[in-house]
């Protein structure tokens, strides 16, 4: 079989199976949720952004992604790549315990092309959900406490345990 073939055809494959997700999704016009339907789906996007809101009791949720930096100084480059991950736990209807942070994470420096990988420290949290407005889309406010225990290999290492706590709205 010719190359040219076999990336076409690879090209194809991914093409449906990216879609196949589409197709997933239920059909008609999109329905507004309000506060009485449930939330089948809570993103948080770890090491990004962080809802008020909280996932189901007894739901667990994971989100996980791919997350690249590039930075440079002078003649000095450096590429970070690591993969920021959220394993969410729903305790109660207010409240979910949360262990969040960039897991593997690979460091790569161009001046001395040094390669240094790893495992980032990883923070234990709980999220309170404080305030929810009546109705569709109103405000929601709720508050977020982490601790940083001492974790991580090599020079991901915390040299000691810290903390913080934030409000989402």
């Known amino acids: 079989m010719p190359p040219r073939l076999i990336t076409l055809s690879m090209a194809g494959m991914l093409v449906v199976f990216f879609s196949a997700s589409a197709f997933a999704q239920s059909p008609g016009p999109r329905q507004e949720q309000c506060a009485d339907e449930p939330d089948l789906i809570n993103a948080d996007r770890p090491g990004i952004a962080d ?6 009791t007894g739901t667990i949720q994971i989100e996980s992604g791919i997350q690249q930096e590039f930075r440079r100084s002078g003649d000095s480059r450096e590429h ?7 394993l969410r736990f729903g305790v109660e209807s207010h409240s ?3 262990i969040e942070g960039n897991t593997f994470t690979r460091v790569t420096t161009s001046d001395s092309t040094d390669v240094t990988s790893g495992f980032a420290p990883v923070s234990l949290g709980f999220k309170y959900h404080i305030y929810n407005s009546k109705g569709c889309h109103q405000f929601s406010l709720g508050t977020i406490g982490r601790v940083f225990p001492t974790w991580g290999s090599k020079e991901f290492r915390a040299q000691h345990t810290t ?3 934030r409000l989402a709205g």
Do not use: Y
Not at 51 to 56: C, E, K, P, R
């Open 80 to 86: 970070t790549f690591f993969v920021p991950t959220l």
């Open 51 to 56: 809802g008020s809101n909280v996932i189901g």
């Open 96 to 98: 979910e315990f949360r």
């Open 163 to 165: 903390g913080d706590i």
